[in-house]
């Protein structure tokens, strides 16, 4: 058992390195994606800030300073649970290159997961220079506390697991169906509003804001900006690990159903 | 006129290709069908909180995102995948066989390739642009229809130069995919008026990457809201870029070293 644990490290910090290393090779690419995942918080907060500005200052419990704080926050939490299988699984089905990733004898998932940490850890810093260059322009109203700052680290780890299981479950929709580009469309829509990508969650009509909370989006993405932002009481801090937790074992229970029956239907030139 | 001819030529040969993947049409059918939900239904939960965004009222939001979609559409169809085709061209020498035909080689990269499945974007943002006319009503006159054609042709050529300015550079840069990718990213933000941009962005979405002409300005136009001066400036803006945009063009192409050139 050690030495299966000890071999899974090492699997994952070759992985590391090599991702890190084409990352570096295609800095342009990376670089130009960032301008997209900067760009779009930024809009939704000069257009939120607009719309508090013309309310007489605030729209709810938000006003111009906590829209920046909300988008700012929201771009940074995004960015770390972001993940692109979807795209990535849809390329892989239909040139086969799929094939030789089920050879392998670890779980394909872990490649993916030592990949996304690799571009994490290159962009990251770039986000957060965007972030602070942000807070100088837009002057964001940050009131966070010590404890939701403690409890913010678990509901990160939290929501980067709930995120990743969840999208590398629908990603293998692609071993169904050579249009798979559809599903992740739809799923794209989902994460812009029920995440609060759009508009803070607590702004939407009351029952998309109810299926927000069930869905595993919020959970992924809102959750955690909303309580490092100070908006949420301990006990709904509490009750929002313990929902991460049931969609991160759920989202667990999906994922082998749909892998064992996927890999099943799988069959490229050669496998 | 050549030009027409030429694009019916590109048109036809486009579809011949495209009708062998018609199952394709429908899947981008739904896509595009689902951008334009977002879109609209972003719309929705902004206008559940205010009844103007920066002077902007529903209706009006309503055309700018038809706007979008109709310039998008247009763009997808036309000038990003001839644009694309033209640097991978410059990239593996094949731009050869375009300079050596007896059209003029600039039109011809131009219209070189097609992605018809973006006239579902163009479908659907005529459809949304006939929705918003017939509820903003009279309001709409001969003046507004003409701003507004005056204003698309401006932006959609401004748009065009700006491409083909891009592309140029790879005759002694090679690899410019990836600023032709910039674009993309940065078009999302012309579903929002500019106007209510900081001045920073403001002005880089007016200059440096001219989203504002071609979707904020043709909008104004059909709202009603646009003066002459703003309408005479994107005229005389379009014109400028265009004969830029074709003297640099001649200079790349003398620049242009191919494998048989």
Known sequence: MRGRASGLVDLYLQELKTSLAAMLQYRAALGIWLIGSILQPLIYLVVWSTVSGSGGGSVGPYDARDFAAYYIALMIINQVTYTWVM???????????????????????????????????????VMLVAA????????????????????????????????????????????????????????????????????????????????????????????????????????????GLAVQAGWLVAGFGLLRLAWRGSVKKYSAVGA | MRFFKLLWVFLRVGVMGEVSYRANFLAHLIESALELGTALGGLAIIFAHTGNLGGWRPDELVTLVGVYFLVGGIIGLIIQPSMEQLTESVHDGTLDFVLT??????????IWRLELWKLTDIG?????????????????????????????????????????????????????????????????????????????????????????????????????????????????????????????WRIGVRHYSGASA
């Open chain 1, 87 to 125: 795209y990535e699984f849809d390329y892989r089905i239909r040139q086969g290159t799929f094939s030789t990733a089920l050879l392998r004898p670890v779980h394909p998932i872990h490649t993916d997961i030592a990949d996304n940490i690799a571009s994490k850890i290159v962009s990251l810093p």
């Open chain 1, 132 to 239: 602070g260059a942000m807070t100088l322009l837009f002057h964001p109203a940050f009131r966070t506390t010590a404890w939701a700052a403690a409890v913010f680290v678990p509901a990160m780890i939290l929501a980067y697991g709930v995120r990743f299981i969840t999208e590398w479950t629908v990603a293998l929709a692609a071993f169904w169906t050579t249009r798979s580009s559809a599903i992740n469309q739809i799923h794209f829509m989902a994460v812009l509003f029920f995440s609060g990508q759009i508009a803070p969650l607590a702004l939407l009509p009351a029952p998309l804001r109810i299926a927000s909370y069930i869905l595993p989006f919020r959970w992924s993405v809102g959750f955690p900006v909303e309580l490092i932002l100070g908006r949420l009481t301990p006990g709904q801090a509490l009750t």
């Open chain 2, 101 to 110: 035909k007896p059209e003029d080689s600039q039109l011809l990269v131009s």
């Open chain 2, 124 to 248: 659907l943002g005529i459809a949304v642009l006939a929705v918003s006319l017939a509820r903003l009503g009279e309001r709409v006159g001969v003046k507004e229809a003409a701003a507004f054609a005056v204003a698309i042709l401006a932006g959609g050529v401004i748009i065009y130069s700006f491409w083909l300015i891009l592309a140029t550079t790879a005759f002694w840069l090679v690899r410019v995919e990836n600023i032709l990718v910039i674009f993309q990213s940065v078009y999302e933000a012309g579903r929002w008026p500019v106007s209510i941009y900081p001045a920073w962005l403001r002005f880089a979405l007016t200059f440096l990457i001219p989203v504002a002409f071609a979707i904020t300005v043709p909008a104004q136009g059909l709202a009603g809201r646009l003066n002459w001066g703003t309408l005479a400036g994107a005229g005389a803006f379009a014109v400028l870029l265009f004969v830029v945009a074709r003297a640099f």
